[in-house]
């Protein structure tokens, strides 16, 4: 069993910077992934970016993140991280973090590849 808690929304006006935390607790084994999914009312759960270790770790982020969203890890804590710049109203959402075990690669970008949800926090980007 995984633990999963986020932290870190809140309401910015747009150009602003948050950051959001995701701490995992319990047994996730040497394969794994993190990631961080949003979903805005009315519209599906969208993948943003995710964190893997298989052998080495991997980083992925979502086309319309890339540049200004970047996920990183502390491994002491086994708290990913999702630094997030320029955020714009479209990027008003629920963030929620996810941990999937023995995650392939293509199911990285998937969130039925994530069993572990945590409860979600919600970013609000307006002026």
């Known amino acids: 069993q995984v633990q999963v808690a986020e932290s870190g929304g809140g309401l910015v006006h747009p150009g602003g910077s948050l950051r959001l935390s995701c701490a995992a607790s319990?047994?996730?084994?040497?394969?794994?992934?993190m990631g961080w999914f949003r979903q805005a009312p009315g519209k599906e759960r969208e993948f943003v970016a995710a964190?893997?270790?298989?052998?080495?770790?991997?980083?992925y982020h979502a086309e319309s993140v890339k540049g200004r969203f970047t996920i990183s890890k502390d491994n002491a804590k086994n708290t990913v991280y999702l630094q997030m710049n320029s955020l714009q109203p479209e990027d008003t959402a629920t963030y929620y973090c996810?941990?999937?075990?023995?995650?392939?690669?293509?199911?990285?970008?998937?969130?039925?590849?994530?069993?572990?949800w945590g409860q979600g926090t919600q970013v609000t980007v307006s002026s």
């Open positions: 996810a941990v999937g075990t023995n995650i392939i690669t293509s199911m990285v970008y998937n969130s039925r590849g994530y069993r572990y």
């Open positions: 319990g047994s996730t084994g040497n394969q794994y992934a």
């Open positions: 964190w893997r270790r298989s052998g080495g770790t991997t980083v």
